[in-house]
């Protein structure tokens, strides 16, 4: 059974930052690619950031254009906890966050699991 608990989510203003995190057991990450999501109102969704893992080891992350520089995907394996670093936010990065686990890299279509979400908001 995959279960993702996100939570971190909230408002800053423009140029803040946020960290997002992820309750993430250890039989999916190392079964799934992990990634964020997130669809803002009227919009598709976007995958904008992935991580892949072998085992223990990160070996890939990617990040959509749109969020390249700012924020960072990283793992912590002892806490089960999948995060997602948000820094130089702007308004249009306020949407809802999902955790995700699937074949995905930056596809939102081959995920399989979700979470709840958080909503982020910018202003």
């Known amino acids: 059974h995959v279960q993702l608990v996100e939570s971190g989510g909230g408002s800053v203003q423009a140029g803040g930052s946020l960290r997002l995190a992820c309750s993430v057991s250890r039989a999916t990450y190392t079964s799934y690619c992990l990634g964020w999501i997130r669809r803002a109102p009227g919009k598709e969704r976007e995958a904008v950031a992935s991580l892949y893992t072998a085992g223990e080891i990160v070996y890939h992350t990617n990040y959509a254009d749109s969020v390249k520089g700012r924020f960072t995907i990283s793992r912590d394996s002892a806490n089960n906890t999948l995060y997602l670093q948000m820094d130089s936010l702007k308004p249009e990065d306020t949407a809802m966050y999902y955790c995700?686990?699937?074949?995905?890299?930056?596809?939102?279509?081959?995920?399989?699991?979700w979470g709840q979400g958080t909503q982020v908001t910018v202003s």
């Open positions: 995700a686990a699937g074949l995905g890299g930056l596809l939102p279509q081959l995920y399989n699991f």
